[in-house]
């Protein structure tokens, strides 16, 4: 029986507004407590698993001008980190990462950002019906805290896959282990993206002595096709 396919209409863009930090693998322990301090207790912490699928349009635009328009989209399957091949309990989203705003005298990175929630027998195929193919993929692994109900602070670390399709072959990416962090919050329009930086730009102070946040250069974060 063929499975449904479908995502949500009218799936609104919003602004995510973030900073960017790297913390060395023997002073993750001391950012954790700092979180837990900020956001809670040792409760407060979820843990996740992410295995990230880059997808690329199936058909290469000619060169030139057009390229520009465009866009990989991401296929994100979030996995139950304690039984990671337990598919029955995974849940697909489709994401659209739009081109970052090129303004240097923001307090934090901002782009347009689509989240589309995917019901599917077979996500992969869902994305080829779009007109999309694989390109690569990696797995993020880590756990993230809500600070103040509306920032959240990822702290993870990313995985190739030795073998294609499969988490459980995971190999850290950086061999001295270190950690990612990604501060995020959303703005829900763009008049509210600049109070927004103000105070991730804020926030940001809370962790001077944890990590060095930043924003990351928008060339960086550019949602470019890896054309050949």
Avoid at 148 to 163: D, G, N, P, T
Wanted: aromatic share 8%; charged share 20%.
């Amino acid at each position: 029986m063929a499975g449904k396919k479908h995502t949500g209409a009218n799936i609104p863009t919003h602004y995510e507004c973030s900073l960017h930090g790297l913390v060395a693998q023997t002073h993750e322990p001391q950012l954790r407590t700092r979180l837990e301090a900020l956001c809670g207790d040792t409760q407060a912490a979820h843990r996740e698993l992410h295995h990230e699928i880059m997808c690329v349009p199936s058909v290469t635009t000619p060169i030139g001008p057009s390229r520009r328009e465009d866009h990989a989209l991401r296929l994100r399957i979030e996995l139950d980190p304690l039984d990671p091949t337990n598919t029955s309990k995974a849940s697909h989203t489709i994401c659209f990462l739009g081109h970052p705003e090129p303004r240097s005298d923001r307090g934090a990175s901002v782009r347009p950002v689509t989240y589309a929630n995917v019901i599917s027998d077979n996500a992969p195929q869902f994305l080829s019906l779009l007109g999309y193919k694989f390109n690569s993929e990696f797995v993020r692994k880590g756990y993230w805290f809500l600070y103040k109900h509306a920032f959240k602070v990822v702290v993870s670390q990313v995985y190739r896959l030795a073998e294609p399709g499969n988490v459980l072959s995971a190999q850290c990416v950086d061999p001295r282990g270190s950690w990612l962090v990604h501060i995020v919050a959303d703005a829900m329009s763009q008049e509210q993206v600049p109070r927004v930086c103000e105070q991730l730009d804020e926030l940001k102070k809370l962790f001077n002595d944890y990590v060095e946040l930043v924003v990351v250069d928008h060339a960086f974060l550019e949602n470019k096709i890896p054309y050949n």
